[in-house]
Structures are given as C-alpha cells and as structure tokens.
C-alpha cells in the first residue's frame, strides 16, 4: 500500500497551488516559520536553506508527511508528525488539514492521522497512465529479446505480474499473465525486487548477486525449463518504497546476453518516464 501511495502521489497529486492553499499562507497570530526557526537546531536551518534553493518547500512537506502516515498502519498524532517532519506542531496542523480537505488523509477529533480514501482514487487515476506509458516499451523489449516480457511489483510477500507483452510470431510462450503472483524469494522478478532493497545480513546469494550485476537471472524456479531476467525499476523521481521491475521470460532458447542487455536498459528507460 505504501508504494502504491507514494508512487500515485507523487505523479498525480493536485496542483502546487492547490496544495498550498492552506498549508503556504501562515496569517494569525501566532508565526509559524518564526517559532520553527527559534526551534530547530542552527545546522538543520542551513540544510533546510540550503533545500529551498531547488525544491518547492511546502509542497515537499506535505509529501514527506503523506510518507510518513503510510508508513504507521495504526496512524501517527499531530505532534508526531511533527517531530518527524522537524518542524513547528502548528505547521504540521495545517499541512494535516490541507491534506484532510483533499480527502488525502483521515482523523478523528482525538484521534491519530491515517490514510484517506483519496488515496485509492489517485492510485486508480495512476494505472491507465502508466499502461499507456509502458505498453509501448514492454513490446518493443518482447520484440527485442523474442521472450515474453512483463513488469511486476511487490505486493507483500508475493511479486505480482501488472503488464505483459507477448512477442510476435513466436508459437512456444511461457504463459505468463496479468495476476500471477509468486513469492518474492522466487524468480527473476521477486528477486530483482529485493535486491533493490538495502542489504540484510539475511540476504540470499542470489538477491547478493542481483545487487552486484543490476538483474536477476533464473532458472526454472516458477516453470520448467523457463529462463527469467529481471531488472529493478529504480527512478532518482521517486522515492524508495516503490517497488516494481521489468524483466522477459521464455524458454531455454532464450538469448540470455540479449536478455540482460535488453532488460537493463529497458529499466533505464521506465524509470525516466516514471520519474517525469
């Protein structure tokens, strides 16, 4: 859920100016900005000078925020939000109630902030986007390596298949199709995944190699005879927590030098336009 929210956010949010209605105009009583800086440690002030040369800084705040609700499923109270953002509660109070105006979070008048239903109705908006962003590329990768190709995402435990392209003329395919699910210990797509993860002492061999080469390359671990590549989507746009990779499947017969070379630089190219 968190990756879907991030991701979705990130490409579909509403305007800076609507984002800012609320959260940009500090015009009561009290300075909101004036008590941050007479709060906030001297260092973190430059840093955070240092941040509004190149970045929109209310609007950064609200998606840090959003972030960080995703990440507590039991919610997380104003004050924490606040501590976590670094910066003065009443900000925080008005970044919680633009959010809540737009549906994009959730809270009662004691209790903790939590995720709002506007949250599924970006990530509906997002998915035909990137369909219509990927498909084109997904079959270019299928004609390339004659294989089957895909992009799956973490959902859990388990790597789900969103998008498959099938390669022309080709009669033996792998049958590879839109909601397979497999384990993510299992398969070039899982593995690839995990390997764009920080390392964990834990770490199969296999996640090891995939983080040293950039993509994962297995052998009949869902099917027999089936040879997989996979390779991380990973966007410098987007956030961490977005989990998801590209990668072909096909039998023994495939170019697997093709494969990887293909499959790498089909990643490049969807994290570009992801990132965008």
């Known amino acids: 859920m968190r990756s879907v929210v991030v ?9 800076f100016n ?8 500090f015009e009561g009583d009290v300075n909101p900005e004036r008590l941050q800086c007479a709060t906030l440690p001297h260092q973190h002030r430059m840093e955070e000078r240092r941040s509004m040369a190149t970045t929109l800084q209310t609007l950064d705040r609200g998606l840090r925020a959003l972030e960080i609700i995703a990440e507590h499923a ?3 109270t104003v004050a924490e939000l606040a501590e976590q953002l670094a910066v003065h509660r009443a900000i925080a109070y008005r970044i919680v109630t633009t959010l809540e105006e737009h549906g994009l979070i959730t809270r009662t008048r004691e209790g903790p902030v939590r995720l ?8 509906s908006r997002f998915e035909p986007q990137l369909l219509a962003v990927a498909q084109p590329l997904l079959q270019a990768l299928a004609k390339a390596t004659r294989a089957t190709a895909f992009i799956s995402v973490a959902q ?41 993860r920080p390392p964990q002492p834990d770490d199969d061999e296999a ?37 998801a990779c590209v990668g072909v499947v ?14 790498m630089a089909h990643a490049g190219q969807l994290a570009t336009l992801v990132g965008q």
């Open 7 to 15: 991701f979705t956010f990130i490409a579909h949010v509403v305007s």
């Open 74 to 76: 039991e919610g997380v």
């Open 116 to 123: 709002g239903a506007g949250i599924s109705l970006l990530a």
């Open 250 to 263: 096909a039998m023994d017969d495939l170019d697997t030098d093709t494969a990887i070379r293909e499959v």
């Open 156 to 196: 859990g435990e388990e790597c789900v298949v969103v998008m498959v392209a099938e390669p022309e003329k080709e009669p033996l395919r792998v049958g590879y199709r839109v909601g397979s699910r497999h384990p993510l210990s299992r398969g070039a797509a899982g593995i690839a995944i995990l390997a764009a």
């Open 18 to 25: 609507e984002l800012r209605l609320n959260i940009g105009s």
């Open 207 to 243: 996640v090891r190699q995939a983080r040293a080469e950039g993509f994962s390359l297995t052998r009949g671990q869902l099917q027999r005879g089936a040879v997989g590549v996979a390779s991380a989507i990973a966007s410098p746009q987007v956030r961490p927590g977005v989990e």
